[in-house]
């Protein structure tokens, strides 16, 4: 069973900073292209950050755009995002997403973890 397991989220007061980590088992880490999502109650999934399955190329939601890193160790099977600057707006529930590159039914996800942003 492929699973990931995010971990490092928790209580941040404002322009503080938090990392996340989400460690893969069960498939091949090296042909997921990762992302990392967030989700408040009553809206959609947020795409927040992507990384291709090298590490090559990152991008970004402009409202985290200069402020979170996403990146990936290979020989880890884990993904991170580094989270700097934090906002309030950035409480959420953030999720781990791994999506085969070339098969994107292959579509894997955790089970989430929270952030809060708060004074």
């Known amino acids: 069973q492929v699973r990931l397991v995010e971990s490092g989220g928790g209580l941040v007061q404002p322009g503080g900073s938090l990392r996340l980590s989400c460690v893969v088992s069960?498939?091949?880490?090296?042909?997921?292209?990762m992302r990392w999502y967030r989700q408040t109650p009553g809206k959609e999934r947020e795409l927040v950050a992507f990384?291709?399955?090298?590490?090559?190329?990152?991008e970004y939601s402009d409202s985290v755009k200069g402020r979170f890193t996403i990146s990936r160790d290979n020989n880890k099977d884990t993904v991170y995002l580094q989270m700097n600057s934090l906002k309030p707006e950035d409480s959420a529930v953030y999720l781990c997403?791994?999506?085969?590159?070339?098969?994107?039914?292959?579509?894997?996800w955790g089970q989430g973890i929270q952030v809060t942003v708060s004074s």
């Open positions: 069960g498939f091949y880490f090296r042909n997921l292209g």
């Open positions: 997403n791994g999506r085969h590159a070339t098969m994107p039914d292959l579509d894997y």
């Open positions: 990384i291709t399955t090298t590490g090559g190329r990152q």
